[in-house]
């Protein structure tokens, strides 16, 4: 994707528009049969996080009455990657009733090497940039 367009994104693309794109990029996979998922509900997930005593919320929830897909969705230029999808990992607590889980991390820009070296380690984790979401 051409640098110039990610450079002025952010004035034509909020938190909101960002997470209905990747809603959109995750139904495109499934369609594509890039995903072993076929969602009979795509939800986000707002609720009591009794554990951590605070209100959670999850971006994005695709799930059937065996796998679920939980997504997270940043559109900030920085945060701590890892703390984000360790996060995200932990929040398959909130809805524990599936077999399997999938994770998807979205993010504005591309990911460091040790976040990179971590979702190495689970293949149930995806990470996608905007860039990815174009090519």
Request: charged share 25%; glycine share 4%; with cysteine.
């Amino acid at each position: 994707m051409n640098n110039t367009i990610l450079s002025i994104i952010d004035n034509f693309i909020g938190r909101t528009v960002f997470e209905t794109v990747y809603e959109q990029y995750l139904v495109r996979e499934i369609q594509k049969q890039r995903l072993e998922l076929l969602p009979t509900e795509i939800s986000r997930w707002w609720g009591n996080d009794v554990q951590l005593r605070q209100q959670s919320d999850i971006d994005i929830v695709l799930g059937n009455q065996d796998q679920v897909l939980l997504a997270e969705c940043k559109w900030r230029n920085a945060f701590n990657e890892i703390k984000g999808i360790q996060k995200l990992m932990d929040k398959k607590r909130l809805l524990p009733n599936y077999r399997s889980y999938h994770f998807y991390f979205f993010a504005q820009k591309e990911y460091g090497e040790k976040t990179k070296q971590l979702a190495a380690q689970y293949p149930e984790l995806t990470l996608v940039t905007l860039e990815e979401l174009f090519d």
